[in-house]
C-alpha cells in the first residue's frame, strides 16, 4: 500500500510564516510538522510516500526531504497545479496510486495514535474507504460522520447541525473505487472538488464506508495557536534529557531538557520540558516549560515560556516575558534604555503583535 500526505494548501492562516515557507514545515519541537506524519505512515510499514505539493512550495520541501533516503522513505513529489480540493489532489495522484488501495493523509495533521490498528481495519473489512473520525466539540469546523455499527451511513463538509460529534480529522483508506467516486462530483460551493462528497457518493452507490474512531490527542496544525498546543503537547511526552551543549555552573536547570551541541546556557534558569538546538547562546535569561528554540538562536536577558523560536533568531533585553509566540527565522527583538519610550517595529505582512501589560 502507498500513500500521499497532501501538502499543497497555501496556509493562509499561518502567515507570515507561510510567505517563505510551507505550514507543513514549520518546526514543532524542532521537527517540521510533516516529519511527524511520514514518521507515522512508516511506522505503520508504509515507505512508498507520495507528496502532493503546489508548484510554489515544492522547492521548500525537497530541501528539507529529498528523495527521502534519509527518512526511511521513498519520496515521490507530485504537482498539484491549482488548488481545486483535496479529491482534485487525489486526482493528481491516480498514475502514482495505480490500482492498489492507499492511505491519504493530510499534511498538517499531528495524531497520536499509531496508524497500524486503523490500516488492519482496513485490511479486516471489505470496505472501500475507512476513514479517521475523533468526537469533537465543535463538529461544524469539519467534515463529520454519521455511524451505525462501523459503517459510515452519511457525510457532511462542515454542517450548521451536525448529524453527531464525529469530526473526519484527514486520515483515509481507499480502494481505487474513491476514483469512481471523484469522477462523479462536481465542484462545491467554495470551487473545490470536496473528497467529502466523493465519499458521499461511494455511500450513496453501496459501496462500504467504515469509520475508525481515535480517542487520543490529534490537531490539525493549521493556526499559529494550535501549532504551540501541539508543540506543548510532544514536549509533555518528552522521554528523557540529552544535553550535548554546556551548561555553565551559575545556571540552574530542571526537569526534561534537550540541549542540542555547540549551545551554550550561562547565568540561566531553563525549566523543562524545553528542548534546544545547536550553536545558541543563551544568557542571564529563564526558559520556561514548553518551549522550543532553533538552531543558531541568541537569548539574552529575557524570559521565554510556553513559545517556538525559529532557527537564527535574537531576543535581547526584553522586560516582558515571551510568552504563547510563534516567532520565525532570523527574527530580532531588542529592547532598549532612552527616551521616548516607544515601540520601533518593522513586521511582514499578517504579523502578530500583541503587549500585555
Ligand atoms: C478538510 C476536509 C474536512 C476535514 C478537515 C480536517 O477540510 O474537507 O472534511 O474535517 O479537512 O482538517 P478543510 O480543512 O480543507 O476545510
Redesign the pocket.
Known amino acids: 500500500m502507498k500513500a500521499i500526505i497532501l501538502c499543497a494548501?497555501k496556509g493562509t492562516r499561518l502567515r507570515p510564516l507561510t510567505h517563505t515557507s510551507a505550514k507543513h514545515l514549520i518546526p514543532v519541537m524542532n521537527k517540521p510538522v510533516l516529519l511527524y506524519s511520514i514518521e507515522k505512515i512508516k511506522q505503520a510499514g508504509i515507505t512508498d510516500i507520495g507528496l502532493i505539493v503546489s508548484p510554489d512550495n515544492k522547492e521548500s520541501f525537497q530541501n528539507v526531504f529529498g528523495d527521502g533516503i534519509d527518512f526511511g522513505v521513498r519520496l515521490e513529489y507530485i504537482v498539484q497545479k491549482d488548488p481545486k480540493?483535496?479529491a482534485h489532489a487525489v486526482l493528481c495522484a491516480k498514475e502514482y496510486i495505480g490500482d492498489d488501495d492507499f492511505l491519504m493523509y493530510?499534511g498538517?495533521?499531528l495524531i497520536k495514535e499509531d496508524l497500524d490498528t486503523f490500516i488492519k481495519s482496513f485490511k479486516d473489512s471489505k470496505a472501500d474507504a475507512t476513514i479517521l473520525l475523533a468526537p469533537v466539540e465543535n463538529p461544524s469546523?469539519?467534515?463529520?460522520a454519521k455511524m451505525k455499527g462501523n459503517n459510515i451511513i452519511a457525510?457532511v463538509?462542515?454542517p450548521k447541525n451536525p448529524p453527531s460529534n464525529l469530526?473526519?480529522?484527514?486520515v483515509y483508506i481507499f480502494s481505487k473505487a474513491i476514483f469512481e467516486g471523484i469522477a462523479n462530483i462536481k465542484p462545491s460551493w467554495r470551487n473545490?472538488l470536496?473528497?467529502?462528497d466523493a465519499i458521499d457518493y461511494l455511500i450513496n452507490n453501496n459501496f462500504i464506508v467504515n469509520g475508525h474512531i481515535i480517542y487520543s490527542w490529534w490537531k490539525?496544525t493549521?493556526m499559529p495557536d494550535d501549532i504551540i498546543e501541539a508543540n506543548r503537547r510532544l514536549l509533555e511526552d518528552l522521554a528523557d534529557s540529552n544535553i550535548l551543549g554546556n551548561i555553565a555552573e551559575n545556571s540552574l536547570t530542571q526537569g526534561k531538557i534537550v540541549i542540542g551541541k555547540g549551545t551554550n546556557i550561562l547565568d540561566s534558569v531553563i525549566r523543562g520540558p524545553v528542548i534546544i538546538g545547536e550553536n545558541c547562546t543563551i544568557t542571564y535569561a529563564y526558559i520556561g516549560p514548553f518551549t522550543s528554540i532553533g538552531d543558531n538562536v541568541d537569548i539574552k536577558n529575557a524570559e521565554v515560556e510556553n513559545s517556538i523560536i525559529m532557527e537564527n533568531s535574537k531576543i535581547i533585553n526584553l522586560s516582558r516575558k515571551v510568552d504563547s509566540s510563534l516567532i520565525g527565522k532570523n527574527v530580532f527583538i531588542k529592547e532598549i534604555e532612552g527616551k521616548p519610550k516607544s515601540l520601533k517595529i518593522v513586521l511582514g505582512d499578517h504579523s502578530q503583535l500583541t503587549l500585555k501589560d
Open positions: 494548501g480540493g483535496l493530510l498538517d495533521n469546523r469539519f467534515g463529520v457525510v463538509e462542515k469530526a473526519i480529522i484527514g473545490e470536496e473528497i467529502t490539525d493549521g
